[in-house]
Nanobody, 125 residues
Framework: QVQLVESGGGSVQAGGSLRLSCAAS????????MGWFRQAPGKEREGVAV????????YYADSVNGRFTISLDNAKSTLYLQMNSLKPEDSAMYYC??????????????????WGQGTQVTVSS
């Protein structure tokens, strides 16, 4: 299994930027896809962005497409999420996830077997 530790969350005003990081350790070569999910209070966890670990294909939720960029540094085993033009509705706990299943699209939570503890993002208006 893969161990994941997120960092980089914080508070920012609307229009600002943040970069989240997710350090992976363990059997990282078993992961076919890695991604970011988020969950706001009272809402279901939703997929934000996903990247294939080989080939660099990326997938984004419509709500963040054009504002967020997911990337993977395989040498550092670190996943990133660059978030620009942040909106108050982006406020949530952000989770890093890894899947052994080849992904076509963001997929569903149950397809990801490894999860981090989350990092909080708060965007004020």
């Amino acid at each position: 299994q893969v161990q994941l530790v997120e960092s980089g969350g914080g508070s920012v005003q609307a229009g600002g930027s943040l970069r989240l990081s997710c350090a992976a350790s363990g059997n990282t070569y078993s992961s076919a896809c890695m991604g970011w999910f988020r969950q706001a209070p009272g809402k279901e966890r939703e997929g934000v962005a996903v990247i294939r670990t080989r080939g660099d294909s990326t997938y984004y939720a419509d709500s963040v497409n054009g504002r967020f960029t997911i990337s993977l540094d395989n040498a550092k085993s670190t996943l990133y999420l660059q978030m620009n033009s942040l909106k108050p509705e982006d406020s949530a706990m952000y989770y890093c996830a890894a899947s052994r299943i080849f992904c076509v699209g963001i997929g569903r939570q149950y397809q990801y077997e490894s999860w981090g503890q989350g990092t909080q993002v708060t965007v004020s208006s």
